[in-house]
């Protein structure tokens, strides 16, 4: 046995964080050493050809089911007399981000939605869509966005109401605000709350159907014609017609596209109102993206699409396209609802808000997310992230206005 078998194993010296020796980053650049910076293993160099690229990957754990509650499971018992901080109507990524920051301020929280599990459009909408413009996620389902969203927004134990759809607002004389409720059967509760927070998204909602649609489509819903799709696996190797030139379009048309036997995009257009990324990626791909062409109509047998014939609106020249299922992407039509008679400032099916503070035109009521409208408005996700932790500072200096708007960032908690 030799000496080297005898000799105890050597533990490599640990490096030093170099984010604490910042005078010796020039000289380990130019040496290509890897260096610790925090809690992260660096390769630095001068040349930024250099050395192995980095991979990215996002890895999502599978969100345990207790942090999920769904309608008539895990619901909080009723007391019509308890009050709360803060009450956010939306349990949607903005209303749970929302959550999460009123519950970083300390307040007492409800969150309630209209629908029977939280989530709100993602989940309705597009569960198995991915999205990429949502920060530290090159690409996120949106099942698995709302999974971390939930957990995240539940952390600090706000009360969830789901599957009651709020009707009235009454704002009483010493500032406290009581929300009606419609839940099920028609049955109405109150909630009593010192500050709201809408965000509710668009409202109600119904997707745009085709001009002229015939009839027997609508019994197709769901099984033949999608306006929403939740299971990638229904276009496995079947012929698929996209109608659309939105986001919406361009992104079914890249998921799908692996899947499918065959896609088609038509839209009555050559402009399109999409990413410019998305168009160019679609372009390349195999689908076959035809403009200037709509449906004109759709034949089914025995309750199963066969085909389509589609017009050209400038030549009318017309095509038979086999067809086994249809994606409409029409857009929706969306409307606030009862919000609308709460005495809010509505601006273009929304509520005005200050882009500063996120306040309506009634003291104590904020809006985030797709609802709010200011000029420069942008639509996404990430705004909305933005636009509920304004609200939620603010409308914790309203509950008390000797605490500051802003608290300081969240790694400075807990003396980190």
């Not at 992230?385 to 807990?414: I, L, M």
Request: hydrophobic share 40%; proline share 6%; with cysteine.
């Amino acid at each position: 046995m030799s000496d080297q078998q005898n000799t105890p194993e050597q533990t490599p010296e640990a490096q030093p964080d170099i984010a604490k020796q910042p005078e010796s980053i020039e000289a380990a650049a130019a040496a290509d050493e890897t260096v610790n910076v925090w809690d992260a293993e660096v390769q630095l160099a001068d040349d930024a050809t250099s050395g192995e690229p980095v991979q990215s990957e996002t890895i999502i754990e599978p969100l345990d089911p207790h942090f999920v509650p769904k309608l008539e499971e895990d619901q909080p018992a009723h007391d019509a007399d308890e009050l709360f901080d803060c009450t956010i109507i939306g349990g949607g990524p903005t209303g749970l981000y929302g959550a999460f920051y009123a519950g970083m301020r300390e307040m007492k929280t409800k969150i309630i939605d209209s629908l029977g599990e939280l989530g709100g459009q993602v989940s309705a909408l597009y569960p198995e869509k991915l999205i990429y413009d949502v920060a530290g996620f090159p690409a996120v389902k949106g099942k698995e966005l709302i999974q971390g969203c939930i957990e995240q927004g539940l952390q600090f134990g706000p009360a969830v109401c789901l599957g009651e759809k709020v009707e009235h607002l009454e704002k009483h004389p010493d500032g406290l605000f009581t929300l009606t409720t419609e839940a099920s059967h028609g049955v109405m509760k109150q909630h009593r709350t010192k500050t709201l927070i809408v965000a509710a998204g668009v409202g109600a909602f119904a997707p745009r159907k085709l001009p002229g649609a015939q009839p027997e489509l609508d019994a197709l819903e769901g099984t033949e014609v999608f306006y929403f799709v939740k299971d990638l696996e229904v276009f496995r190797d079947q012929n698929i017609l996209i109608v659309g030139g939105g986001d919406s379009a361009m992104d079914w048309a890249m998921m799908l596209e692996p899947l499918a036997k065959s896609t088609t995009l038509i839209h009555r257009r050559d402009k399109w109102r999409a990413h410019e990324d998305s168009v160019k990626k679609v372009l390349a791909s195999s689908v076959d993206v035809r403009t200037f062409v709509e449906v004109k109509s759709v034949e089914v047998e025995g309750a199963k699409i066969q085909s389509a014939v589609v017009f050209n609106n400038k030549t009318k020249a017309e095509d038979t396209l086999p067809v086994d299922k249809i994606v409409m992407c029409l857009g929706f039509i969306a409307n606030i609802g009862p919000i609308k008679e709460w005495g809010l400032e509505i601006e273009a099916g929304g509520i005005k808000v200050d882009p500063g503070s996120m306040a309506s035109n009634i003291p104590g009521i904020y809006a985030a997310g797709d609802i709010a409208r200011y000029e420069g408005k942008l639509g996404l996700i990430a705004t909305g992230f933005g636009e509920a932790a304004t609200a939620a500072n603010y409308a914790k200096h309203h509950v008390d206005p000797h605490s500051r708007v802003f608290p300081g960032h969240s790694s400075e908690r807990d003396g980190h």
